[in-house]
């Protein structure tokens, strides 16, 4: 099962940041709750990091289409605060949080008692959609996975729409080949940090389009 977790490439480590430091990656959709065994995650993660935690590291948190299925549940979330030693925490240098989506802004709402320690950290840094991560890892450093990258080549972009909901936001609408993705025009609060979300939707996830008149 061990064997098994490791190949999903759940969490690894690969290239370093501009300041030299090792980077590694969680990405998040990869892990299925209730399929996976989270304490194997947590010793898998421990392992990988085992090497590198007793000097400067980062972490690329990859939120890429993340949703209800690969959440943590509240137990296992508050395990992750309790598990590793307190230098590995103070030696993470940065966190780059990439694809924040709505789902992720609710969950970390949800959870705001358990994530008040991260609430406003520097150290906690938002890749907006239209920012980059190669400010702060170069690009042939860069080891995301080739499914998030795909989503930015051969984009159609549509400014100026609405996004109907409870209160409709403004946000503009990239049309690639295989997902469409609705980012908010305006900021909106994570973590205590004012953030863009971007939601993924796969072609084969819609299930309906409706044309309106207007």
């Known amino acids: 099962e061990f064997k098994a977790l490791k190949t999903l490439n759940i969490f690894y480590q690969a290239g370093t940041s501009k300041a030299g430091n090792p980077v590694f990656y969680y990405i998040a959709r990869r892990f299925k709750t209730g399929q996976i065994n989270g304490d194997l995650l947590i010793y898998h993660v421990l392992l990988t990091l085992k090497p590198y935690y007793a000097k400067p590291y980062e972490i690329v948190v990859d939120l890429t289409h993340a949703g209800p299925s690969n959440r943590f549940k509240t137990d296992f979330l508050s395990k992750w605060f309790v598990v590793f030693p307190g230098f590995a925490y103070e030696n993470v240098t940065a966190v780059y949080i990439y694809n924040c989506n709505s789902w992720v802004r609710e969950y970390t709402k949800y959870h705001e008692r358990l994530l008040t320690g991260l609430k406003g950290s520097k150290r906690l840094i938002f890749i907006d959609p239209s920012g980059k991560l190669a400010e702060h890892i170069d690009h042939d450093q ?73």
């Open 142 to 214: 860069q080891k995301l996975p080739a499914a998030t990258l795909a989503l930015e080549e051969d984009l159609k972009l549509f400014h100026n729409a609405l996004k109907l909901a409870h209160k409709d936001t403004k946000v503009s609408i990239k049309v690639g080949s295989t997902a469409v993705q609705v980012t908010s025009a305006e900021r909106t609060r994570v973590l205590g940090q004012s953030v863009f979300l971007n939601d993924i939707y796969y072609a084969s996830e819609i299930e309906e389009i409706c044309l309106v008149d207007e």
